[in-house]
């Protein structure tokens, strides 16, 4: 009987591999046991996976092309940041003829992943902070730059339908929501040291959000707005330097990053005991691990891509160069920054961008303490803390172009601006003596304060 070539022919297969001839004809050939196969596949992978890693790991960045750095400081808005030149002519708070440059201050989110909401996208004409939503203002706080006092604005000088409740026998305050017992502020004053002491751009950004899950017991989607303060960089090492010779430390801060704080070896001590008291200045600046050198540029840039505090991770031009370039779009893409020594611009922009109005005018201090120690430097002392801090220079020269580009722009849309800048910070109903008296308050002034 001839054989029907059509005919369908089914075979039950276990571990048996069923292949179809040239013939038609179905064979049965054994399979290795599936144990033994599924081995095979898995080292393999593993095989794989390990190569992906060992690659990515060890090739320097000659070969990596695609690293993060890489990608970072060859994108087109760093590119931009980076030709943005200072304008020395700036020089007062009327900022005549600041250098117009179009800016793309949102950056990629692989860069800047949970650094918030930028201030272009706050500048929209549909935005509005929404206090009673799940808008957070995040305060970093750079030691020396006149935080203490602006985080004092934030809670207790603020037109608000309700105001921040603050204690007399603690510094701090409640700055809840209109209706719901929420915090829209994250700050020294409101909620405390919740990531560390003065934490950083990289401890802020990876912490936030679970510590207010944990605050307020329930996970939200929030809006993050970042904002902090920058000062000119001698002035500032020069009055950290007078405040850690009185005796604080700031022990407490966790230089935390991918994970884990920065150990010993890392960050090796500049003193032995409690603190660094009566310290002169020429050991001060002698300490290559004193984190005062350079301290705006560090805590502004995304220390991962420079191996946190691990120096021998890259070569020292190639980690600045990063870090620099890192500090400076961190700044550019957060919600809001201002300078110590343009108070009455840095008000108004905070103003109009949140679209919030402080009760009283900031205070313009321009003969410091510091401003004089600066005077009284020795010229070999000024030439090594200029390049002991020669990023934060580098880095404050865009902050203050930047920060009068934004003034300008402010001031064009603003039909009422003469009026509105002469009279900051006048709500009539509000002026007077505050609640009570912080100065008179000095807990943890040495450790934690400014």
């Given amino acids: 009987m001839p054989v029907d070539m059509h005919k369908n022919v089914s075979v039950q297969v276990d571990s048996d591999f069923a292949l179809l001839l040239p013939s038609g004809v179905y064979e049965i050939k054994k399979m290795?046991?599936?144990?033994?196969?599924?081995?095979?596949?898995?080292?393999?992978?593993?095989l794989a996976i390990a190569g992906i890693i060992g690659f990515g790991y060890f090739c320097q960045d000659q070969v990596c092309a695609l690293s993060k750095r890489a990608v970072i400081l060859q994108s087109p808005d760093m590119m931009a940041y980076n030709e943005l030149q200072?304008?020395?002519?700036?020089?007062?708070?009327?900022?005549?003829?600041?250098?117009?440059?179009a800016l793309k201050a949102s950056a990629p989110q692989n860069i800047i992943a949970?650094?918030?909401?930028?201030?272009?996208?706050?500048?929209?004409?549909?935005?509005?902070?929404?206090?009673?939503?799940?808008?957070?203002?995040?305060?970093?706080?750079?030691?020396?730059?006149?935080?203490?006092?602006?985080?004092?604005h934030l809670v207790r000088d603020l037109d608000l339908k309700r105001p921040c409740e603050c204690q007399r026998q603690r510094k701090r305050c409640y700055c809840f929501r209109p209706h719901r017992n929420e915090n829209w502020l994250f700050s020294r004053y409101?909620?405390?040291?919740?990531?560390?002491?003065?934490?950083?751009?990289?401890?802020?950004?990876?912490?936030?959000?679970?510590?207010?899950?944990?605050?307020?017991?329930?996970?939200?989607?929030?809006?993050?707005?970042?904002?902090?303060?920058?000062?000119?960089?001698?002035?500032?090492?020069?009055?950290?330097?007078?405040?850690?010779?009185?005796?604080a430390?700031?022990?407490?801060?966790?230089?935390?990053?991918?994970?884990?704080?920065?150990?010993?070896?890392?960050?090796?001590?500049?003193?032995?005991?409690?603190?660094?008291?009566?310290?002169d200045l020429d050991q001060f600046a002698g300490c290559e691990s004193n984190l005062a050198a350079n301290r705006q540029t560090r805590m502004l840039a995304d220390l991962a891509l420079v191996g946190c505090y691990n120096k021998s991770s890259m070569p020292a031009h190639e980690r600045d160069r990063v870090m620099l370039a890192s500090a400076k779009r961190n700044l550019a893409a957060m919600a809001?920054?201002?300078?110590?020594?343009?108070?009455?611009?840095?008000?108004?922009?905070?103003?109009?961008?949140?679209?919030?109005?402080?009760a009283i005018p900031?205070?313009?201090?321009?003969?410091?303490?510091?401003?004089?120690?600066?005077?009284?430097?020795?010229?070999?002392?000024r030439r090594l803390i200029e390049k002991l801090n020669s990023l934060d220079i580098e880095l404050y020269a865009f902050a203050k172009n930047l920060l009068f580009q934004r003034f300008e722009h402010l001031k064009a849309k603003d039909a009422n601006f003469a009026q509105r800048f002469a009279n900051l910070g006048n709500i009539f109903y509000k002026q007077g003596v505050t609640e009570f008296n912080w100065d008179s308050n000095i807990e943890d002034a040495l450790s934690t304060d400014h």
């Fill in 114 to 152: 949970n650094a918030g909401l930028s201030y272009e996208d706050v500048l929209n004409d549909d935005f509005q902070f929404d206090m009673d939503g799940h808008d957070v203002m995040v305060f970093l706080h750079i030691q020396k730059t006149g935080g203490t006092s602006f985080g004092r």
């Fill in 362 to 381: 900031f205070e313009q201090h321009n003969a410091t303490i510091s401003a004089t120690a600066v005077t009284n430097l020795r010229p070999d002392q």
């Fill in 32 to 46: 290795e046991p599936r144990s033994k196969i599924r081995t095979i596949i898995l080292f393999c992978l593993f």
């Fill in 190 to 247: 409101s909620t405390g040291w919740k990531c560390g002491l003065h934490a950083d751009w990289t401890e802020l950004t990876s912490c936030v959000d679970a510590e207010l899950d944990k605050n307020e017991g329930e996970t939200a989607k929030r809006r993050y707005f970042y904002i902090s303060l920058l000062r000119e960089p001698i002035s500032r090492y020069m009055s950290e330097y007078r405040h850690v010779r009185r005796g």
């Fill in 249 to 279: 430390t700031w022990k407490g801060s966790r230089h935390w990053c991918l994970g884990r704080q920065a150990t010993a070896a890392e960050l090796p001590p500049c003193y032995k005991g409690k603190d660094w008291l009566d310290v």
């Fill in 336 to 358: 809001y920054f201002g300078l110590t020594e343009y108070q009455k611009m840095s008000q108004y922009i905070f103003e109009e961008t949140f679209n919030l109005r402080f």
């Fill in 86 to 101: 200072p304008n020395n002519n700036n020089n007062n708070n009327n900022a005549g003829g600041s250098t117009s440059i």
